[in-house]
């Protein structure tokens, strides 16, 4: 059983930053750790899109090609968090995100919501004009 809490969420104008933290807790997600860790968004009417992701062993990171250069996905072991750096938001950022991870071995699709079994219940985050 891991539990996961987001939180960083807000009302962001847009053009400005947030820093989305994630912390898990119930196992120890250290270096040697198979666990990967994902960050996921939906929006209003709209379909669970990924965003980010991180094996946690490696530190190998994958990410959504049309927010690359602004989202960053990182990892601090000792503190069993993930963030995700926001730079540059938009309207269209307005969305619940949520924080997943993974126990599974091996090589695995991390930007797929099916690989991962756990769940954070979200953060809003909000991005005025």
């Known amino acids: 059983q891991v539990q996961l809490v987001e939180s960083g969420g807000g009302l962001v104008q847009a053009g400005g930053s947030v820093r989305l933290s994630c912390a898990a807790s119930?196992?120890?997600?250290?270096?040697?750790?198979?666990?990967?860790m994902g960050w996921f968004r939906q929006a209003p009417g709209k379909e669970r899109e990924f965003v980010a992701a991180i094996r946690w062993s490696s530190s190998n990171t994958v990410s959504t090609d049309s927010l690359t250069g602004r989202f960053t996905i990182s990892g601090d072991n000792a503190k069993n968090t993930v963030y995700l750096q926001m730079n540059s938001l938009t309207v269209e950022d307005t969305a619940v995100y949520y924080c997943?991870?993974?126990?599974?071995?091996?090589?695995?699709?991390?930007?797929?919501?099916?690989?991962?079994?756990?769940w954070g219940q979200g953060t809003q985050v909000t991005v005025s004009s």
């Open positions: 119930g196992r120890t997600f250290n270096t040697a750790s198979s666990f990967a």
């Open positions: 997943a991870a993974t126990e599974e071995n091996g090589w695995i699709n991390m930007r797929s919501h099916r690989v991962y079994d756990y």
